[in-house]
């Protein structure tokens, strides 16, 4: 059973557009939702990341937007530039009460952004 | 600071060998995981390590899996009897935190089993 399911599993952009990525969880007990960004042959370097005690978090040309009635959140990237043509993941995990933490990934999005 | 290291960063074996693959955490770190991503695919928990408490092995595939973590520093994953399905990249991550957010990768190891 797939707790993080992610969409779309690819996605092209213009330079200058928007790139819009979802996710979508189902273990309510998650408190935790980052998204990481990964080059290929590179580990995945964390990007931004959320608790839902919030609804949005802003970093620079990142956003993330956090729906938690809905159980989604998406990671939206203003202005994209070929240099973010990257693999995203988001993922989510459980980080109180003595709980190890380990993260759960969705399947990924190749983002790819033509000049 | 240095970041999280692993190695070797590839490694070829043949079927029914064993293999160990290192990684070296972010100095300080107490929390250590080991993930799998297979080509195409998100990355799914194998091992936690935290301090000097038992690992949680939850995620561990198979018995031919086992971990091993000194203190607070070095950790090794090994295969043994390696699987053509074993096939993947290795993946290590610290945390400076219990709960185990903040989570910084290294660049894994890429396993190839012919």
């Known amino acids: 059973q797939q707790q993080v399911k992610q969409s779309p599993q690819s996605l092209i952009v213009q330079k200058g557009g928007i790139s819009i990525i979802n996710c979508a969880y189902e273990?309510?007990?998650?408190?935790?939702f980052p998204w990481y960004q990964q080059f290929p042959g590179k580990g995945p370097a964390l990007l931004i990341a959320?608790?839902?005690?919030?609804s949005e978090k802003k970093e620079g040309r990142f956003t993330i937007s956090f729906n938690k009635s809905a159980k989604q959140f998406s990671l939206h990237i203003m202005d994209s530039q070929p240099g973010d043509s990257a693999t995203y993941f988001c993922?989510?995990?459980?980080?109180?009460?003595?709980?190890?933490?380990?993260?759960?990934f969705g399947k990924g999005t190749k983002l790819s952004v033509k000049p | 600071g240095a970041g999280v290291s692993q190695s070797p960063s590839n490694k070829v074996t043949e079927k029914g060998k064993d293999v160990e693959l290192r990684c070296d955490p972010i100095?300080?770190?107490?929390?250590l995981y080991w993930y799998r991503q297979r080509l195409g695919q998100g990355l799914e928990f194998l091992i936690y390590?935290?301090?000097?408490?038992?690992?949680?092995k939850s995620g561990l595939p198979s018995d031919r899996f086992s971990a091993e973590r000194t203190g607070e520093s070095v950790s090794t994953l090994t295969i043994q009897r390696t699987q053509q399905e074993d096939s993947a990249v290795y993946l290590c991550?610290?945390?400076?935190?219990?709960?185990?957010?903040?989570?910084?990768f290294g660049p894994g190891t890429r396993l190839t089993v012919t």
């Open positions: 100095s300080g770190h107490t929390a």
């Open positions: 991550a610290s945390s400076s935190r219990t709960g185990g957010y903040e989570q910084y």
């Open positions: 390590f935290q301090g000097n408490s038992a690992p949680d």
């Open positions: 273990n309510t007990a998650f408190d935790y």
């Open positions: 959320i608790r839902p005690d919030v």
């Open positions: 993922a989510a995990s459980i980080s109180y009460g003595g709980s190890q933490g380990n993260l759960i």
